[in-house]
């Protein structure tokens, strides 16, 4: 568990409080998670919140999100979670990536200087789906 006074108002500092209740995080991010920096290491700022004001994460375990908004820091919204059961709340949810890319769209990908996080935005796809189609290992049907 974190423990420090200094620490809870940097982090609150970096946050938005909506009437929805969610924590929007409005620094730095990794990919589509907020990024806080916590004893010169960064961690994601959800799982920094969860362990602040929840306690521990056990190995191996992902804290996902009951509002489905990924820079939600909202402790309330965390909840712990493996990802098998990760995957089969974003499933129930209608969340998991069903988007479908258009050819064009995966030229554009395969031709652009952008990172994979980048492109991750843009298309509204995760990291891993980029990376997959510029190693050719989805989309690869050349011409």
Same mark, same amino acid.
């Given at each position: 568990?974190?423990?420090?006074?200094?620490?809870?108002?940097?982090?609150?500092?970096?946050?938005?409080?909506?009437?929805?209740?969610?924590?929007?995080?409005? @620094? !730095?991010?990794? $990919?589509?998670?907020?990024?806080?920096?916590?004893?010169?290491?960064?961690?994601?700022?959800? %799982?920094? +919140?969860?362990?602040?004001?929840?306690?521990?994460?056990?190995?191996?375990?992902?804290?996902?999100?009951?509002?489905?908004?990924?820079?939600?820091?909202?402790?309330?919204?965390?909840?712990?979670?493996?990802?098998?059961?990760?995957?089969?709340? @974003? !499933?129930?949810? $209608?969340?998991?990536?069903?988007?479908?890319?258009?050819?064009?769209?995966?030229?554009?990908? %395969?031709? +652009?200087?952008?990172?994979?996080?980048?492109?991750?935005?843009?298309?509204?796809?995760?990291?891993?789906?980029?990376?997959?189609?510029?190693?050719?290992?989805?989309?690869?049907?050349?011409?």
């Amino acid at each position: 568990m974190i423990d420090t006074d200094k620490n809870d108002k940097r982090f609150m500092a970096k946050v938005s409080i909506r009437k929805n209740g969610c924590w929007i995080w409005k @620094a !730095s991010c990794r $990919g589509k998670y907020g990024c806080f920096s916590h004893k010169g290491k960064a961690i994601d700022a959800h %799982r920094w +919140s969860y362990s602040r004001w929840k306690g521990d994460i056990p190995e191996g375990m992902f804290v996902c999100h009951k509002c489905d908004n990924p820079l939600c820091v909202n402790p309330e919204h965390l909840f712990l979670g493996t990802h098998k059961e990760n995957m089969k709340d @974003a !499933s129930r949810k $209608g969340r998991l990536n069903q988007r479908k890319l258009t050819e064009r769209q995966v030229f554009n990908i %395969r031709m +652009s200087n952008l990172s994979n996080q980048q492109l991750a935005r843009k298309y509204g796809v995760w990291d891993s789906t980029i990376r997959r189609i510029r190693n050719y290992v989805t989309w690869n049907k050349k011409g």
